[in-house]
């Protein structure tokens, strides 16, 4: 199983990004997935989740202004970041759901 996340960068307070995470290994197109985020010293945030039939679902944090997606023919999932706050910044992760698999995560900082 691999999994690798792109996209991240800086951005200004209301700014947007959108990140990527790219899978092989494992059956995409039947598989659940997840973002989430992590603040250096702080625990693990999930952000969002999106199952096989297209389900989406999003933490209260972000709800309004990201949108997962995906595409199963690129095995690839996105997350399209909107409005973008500094409370956004961490490094941002993509998962199999329900699996030990993880990305190496991409830095998302939005500062002015």
């Known amino acids: 199983v691999q999994l690798v996340e792109s996209g991240g960068g800086l951005v200004q307070p209301g700014g947007s990004l959108r990140l990527s995470c790219a899978a092989s290994?494992?059956?995409?197109?039947?598989?659940?997935m997840s973002w989430a985020r992590q603040v250096p010293g702080k625990g693990l945030e999930w952000v969002s989740g999106i199952y096989s039939v297209g389900n989406t679902y999003y933490a209260d944090t972000v709800k309004g202004r990201f949108t997962i997606s995906r595409d199963n023919a690129k095995h690839t999932m996105y997350l399209q970041m909107n409005s973008l706050k500094p409370e956004d910044t961490a490094i941002y992760y993509c998962?199999?759901?329900?699996?030990?698999?993880w990305g190496q995560g991409t830095q998302v900082t939005v500062s002015s």
């Open positions: 290994g494992f059956t995409f197109s039947s598989s659940a």
């Open positions: 998962s199999k759901k329900g699996s030990p698999y």
